[in-house]
């Protein structure tokens, strides 16, 4: 009831089906022991309160959640969510299927690039381990830069600036952005759309792959207050190993001090006495 409580409908319902599709890749490589629908850790930090900092987590594989409650703002941030493979083709969650709009909205707005758009935006035009740099690709981060320890790392920005997008380009990234951000209750989420389109200009998207349907491929989107990447990973239970387009790796952080809200903690006990 806390998770539920604390997300949106949409960011409470997407969680599930993370949940859901783990215990899909545990049926398909047998490992259910490991690999189930309830196999994530809860922890709850600090006290429910209306004036004093609070939080929770949930981890597990595929899913990290961190959220934090500062004075009725709501932060959540960092997040992990992944999956393999991300749709269930039988058993009781046939049907199911996660990330087709953080897909369709990146190609829909790499599409509507001109030449000289993708070309600022394209960092390389290939997946495949040894088309990219030296060291580029990693085993459990894949492309991400943002992953796992890398907690207000300093990632140089690549790609085509925002200033260069037509208003309805701008529209249409900001509606992607948005995508990442449906966890976030629908007051907090007005307001972190607000902070980020100040930021418009400044934001960049770049793209590695192809940018044809069906085919793998990564994005960025970044600027000074968030950090949101899209990966099509190498198979880690699955057996691929180059990247398709059923092992979905995505991730959002706030850089500049404010994962897990930390600036606004820090600005909280700065102006409040605390026992």
């Given amino acids: 009831n806390v998770i539920r409580s604390s997300l949106s409908e949409k960011g409470y319902s997407k969680t599930r089906d993370i949940m859901k599709l783990n215990e899909f890749l545990g049926q398909l490589v047998g490992g259910e022991g490991v690999l189930g629908e309830w196999s994530y850790i809860f922890c709850l930090f600090g006290e429910p309160s209306k004036r004093s900092p609070w939080g929770w987590q949930l981890f597990g594989h595929h899913l990290a959640l961190n959220c934090v409650f500062i004075e009725g703002q709501v932060i959540i941030s960092p997040t992990f969510m992944g999956a393999e493979p991300n749709f269930a083709d039988k058993g009781k ?9 953080e897909e369709r909205k990146g190609l829909d707005l790499m599409g509507s ?29 894949g492309l991400h830069l943002g992953g796992a320890y890398q907690d207000n ?10 200033n260069l997008l037509s208003k309805k380009q701008n529209i249409s990234l ?8 449906c966890f976030l209750p629908s007051e907090s989420l007005k307001a972190r759309m607000t902070e980020i389109e100040t930021h418009l200009e400044d934001t960049h998207f770049c793209w590695i792959g192809s940018s044809k349907e069906n085919e793998p491929f990564y994005y960025r989107i970044q600027s000074p ?8 990973h190498a198979g880690v239970y699955l057996t691929n190993t180059e990247p398709q387009n059923f092992h979905v790796h995505t991730l959002v952080r706030t850089p500049n001090g404010n994962d897990y809200g930390i600036d606004l903690i820090r600005q909280h006990y700065a102006r409040t006495k605390h026992e």
């Fill in 93 to 101: 969650y046939n049907g199911l299927r996660v990330f087709r709009d």
């Fill in 113 to 141: 690039f001109s030449a000289d758009q993708k070309t600022a935006a394209l960092i390389a035009n290939s997946m495949v381990g040894g088309d990219l740099p030296e060291g580029r690709r990693q085993l459990a981060d």
């Fill in 153 to 162: 790392r300093i990632i140089p920005y690549e790609g085509l600036k925002g």
């Fill in 174 to 181: 900001l509606d992607l952005v948005e995508e990442y951000l």
């Fill in 225 to 232: 207050v968030i950090l949101i990447e899209f990966d099509h």
